[in-house]
């Protein structure tokens, strides 16, 4: 599988922008909630690269399997400071804004004590013993922690995923998907731009030694009935009376150069398919705005059927492991696709957006569906599930999927190692 640079590129750009957009849209709807988004990552595993902005650190990861967006409070990833343990507080403005949790010695203008006290998400103060003396401070709301060289900022309450409303949380956990679904619909209307509208069919190329050929057909042929049926603008209408026409004649009427002409073409069974030995394409026109807008909604509703049906075959098993693809197919198809022109190439990422987004409604655990469940047992039940037994079971649904990432991409190396 050989692929050019230009197509290359696309296939990239099609996972950064679509990847990029899905956790662009929990990151907005969690900051307008005020959490604090310690991380927005593209990809997962080692860091290539990495800059902070703002209180998030965006980073590029190895692996281009998809994203994520780290939100305080989801997971327990600040040190925890003990009564006891020694530590060093920088002040500013008599309030701490930088907690040290080691190599003490080496602090300049620190106070450094032993902690009687401490409170780092309600009421954000520190008592220290410094010498015997007794210290109170108060913390500053974005201090941060610096531990082994790495500062983290301090997440109080308010600022934390659990704090929130359980709207609040669901539709910054909805709003990922949500973005892949807007996407894709300005995607499938952008390709009704990029088509244009089919206004007859046409004959492109007639096959040598074919019944088109023999029936006269030439290329450029414009097809406007057969068998007395009119023929619209879409080439799989003469398709199909093609398909259940073995050996039988059939009227074509044409246009060819201004003039009306009647032919007779009898298609032919060749390997398992029924062909005249024509290759169809259509003459388009300027696509009007409505035009645009109910064709891409009609397309949209179009995969949505089709890719639930794909579901619905997962679910029930009535599926094959060869009929599965990993990222390696993925790549395979894309690149398809994007050698076959812009508008293909536009409608695919609409397609494979829309997948992502209805992928990750889905109730499996680690997955946003599966996210949402959870909350909507606490709006239920009045209270939240345990968090410890919530991020076990999405810990577990991630490790199933990670391996069936590994199967799928093993089946797929095979099978181009096959041919």
């Known amino acids: 599988m050989l692929l050019s640079p230009q197509v290359i590129f696309q296939i990239v750009l099609m996972f950064f922008v679509l990847v990029t957009i899905h956790e662009w849209g929990h990151y907005y709807f969690a900051k307008r909630a005020g959490i604090l988004v310690r991380e927005f990552a593209i990809g997962f595993g080692p860091k290539l690269f990495s800059f902070t902005r703002g209180e998030t650190r965006y980073t590029l ?45 080496q602090r300049t203008g620190v106070v450094q004590g032993t902690v009687e006290q401490i409170d780092l998400e309600h009421q954000l ?56 679904f807007i996407l894709a619909f300005v995607l499938f209307v952008t390709v009704m731009f990029l088509a244009g509208m089919p206004t007859n069919v046409k004959i492109d190329r007639v096959e040598p030694d074919s019944p088109a050929q023999k029936a006269g057909l030439l290329a450029g042929d414009i097809i406007t009935q057969v068998n007395g049926q009119q023929i ?52 388009t026109r300027t696509t009007t705005i409505g035009e645009a807008l109910s064709g891409g909604w009609n397309n949209m509703v179009e995969a949505t059927k089709q890719i639930m049906i794909g579901f619905k075959t997962l679910v029930t098993g009535q599926f094959k492991l060869d009929d599965l693809g990993g990222p390696v197919r993925i790549v395979e198809v894309t690149g398809e696709h994007a050698s076959a022109g812009l508008p293909q190439y536009t409608f695919w990422c609409a397609v494979f957006s829309l997948y992502l987004g209805i992928f990750n409604l889905l109730p499996f655990p680690a ?53």
């Open 125 to 180: 103060s520190v008592k220290l013993d410094v010498d015997g003396e007794k210290l109170t401070y108060a913390v500053d709301p974005a201090a941060f922690m610096i531990t082994k060289g790495k500062e983290a900022q301090i997440a109080p309450w308010d600022r934390q995923f659990g704090s929130k409303t359980v709207g609040q949380r669901a539709l910054s956990i909805f709003a990922g998907p949500l973005m892949n």
């Open 61 to 105: 990861r190895l692996l281009p399997i998809g994203g994520f967006v780290r939100m305080a409070g989801e997971d327990p990833e600040i040190v925890q400071i003990q009564p006891g343990q020694t530590i060093a507080v920088g002040l500013e403005q008599g309030r701490v804004s930088r907690i040290y949790l080691d190599q003490l010695d």
């Open 232 to 283: 619209g603008s879409a080439p799989s209408e003469l398709t199909g009376l093609i398909r259940g026409s073995e050996n039988k004649k059939m009227d074509w009427t044409i246009l060819r150069g201004g003039q009306v002409q009647l032919l007779q073409v009898t298609p032919e069974l060749k390997e398992n398919t029924v062909l005249v030995g024509v290759r169809l394409t259509a003459d």
């Open 367 to 419: 997955l946003d569906g599966s996210r949402l469940v959870f909350l909507g047992l606490e709006a239920v039940r009045g209270k939240p599930v345990d968090p410890n037994r919530e991020s076990m079971v999405h810990f577990v649904g991630f490790a199933m999927m990670m391996l069936l990432m590994i199967a799928v991409t093993y089946n797929d190396i095979l099978r181009l190692i096959k041919g």
